[in-house]
């Protein structure tokens, strides 16, 4: 089965820390990959640029309305993700409470659907 691990930003807490804070999160995040590559259980793990260079399309009238960025209205963003491949959704959980920020702006777990459409 596979799942989407979604990771949030947040410059308020990012800034916060140290440089050894930060280096030590950025250690962690190495280890986590470690881990989850020699498991088997690594698909593949995406990082997103700043927010202000995100666009968001909305069709009005038949025409595409592009708009800078998303709208947000929490200090938290979508910064990565990454898609695995594990027995169930219970293994998807405990992999994603080992990911670093888990302790600070969470981490969802998805199930992503089968080939055509199907739910697992």
Do not use: H
């Amino acid at each position: 089965m596979k799942f989407l691990l979604t990771i949030y930003g947040n410059e308020e807490i990012w800034g916060s820390y140290s440089k050894e804070e930060f280096e030590a999160l950025i250690a962690a995040d190495a280890e986590f990959q470690r881990e989850i590559r020699e498991s088997g259980e690594f698909v593949s793990v995406e990082g997103l640029t700043d927010p202000a260079n995100a666009r968001t399309v909305k069709i009005r009238e038949g025409v595409p309305v592009v708009t800078d960025g998303p709208y947000l209205e929490s200090k938290e963003y979508l910064a990565s993700f990454f898609v695995l491949d594990c027995e169930n959704l219970d293994r998807a959980v405990e992999i994603a409470a080992k990911y670093p920020t888990a302790k600070t702006t969470g981490v969802e777990v998805w199930p992503l659907m089968e080939a055509g459409g199907t739910d697992v």
